[in-house]
């Protein structure tokens, strides 16, 4: 399966990203890529994107994932809400009682000698 990601290029401390198309199972890092469809930086907020051959690869099935859709929706290029990539945080103690607690059964005593 094909995805469109993020594939990062640049300097130390600097980052750049290529969007590309590539295999699901491939890392991003390897460059064993598709097609090249853009770069995006994320410091001057610069995004340069083929819109056709981005639309394309979504019709022959490429899956972005949730950073590229995002960038999609905000190029115009796609319609639809934005995806939530931040990680929900919840403290560990309200998880803890959030779930509730396995009752054990409690056996009454029998007095001895009935």
């Given amino acids: 399966m094909l995805m469109i990601r ?6 130390t ?11 699901k199972a491939r890392a ?4 064993r ?10 410091h001057s907020k610069a995004l340069t994107l083929d819109a056709e051959k981005t639309k394309g690869w979504i019709s022959k099935g490429a899956e972005p994932t949730g950073s590229v859709w995002n ?3 905000k190029k115009g290029i796609i319609e639809g809400k ?8 919840k403290p560990k103690m309200e998880e803890a009682k959030a779930t509730p607690a396995v009752e054990t059964p409690t056996t009454e005593a029998v007095p001895a000698g009935q």
């Fill in 71 to 73: 960038l999609l929706i």
């Fill in 6 to 11: 993020l594939q990062r290029i640049g300097r």
């Fill in 82 to 89: 934005k995806v939530d990539m931040l990680p929900s945080r």
């Fill in 33 to 42: 890529i598709v097609e090249n469809l853009g770069t995006y930086n994320p």
């Fill in 28 to 31: 991003a890092k390897s460059s």
């Fill in 13 to 23: 401390n600097d980052p750049a990203f290529r969007i590309a198309v590539l295999e």
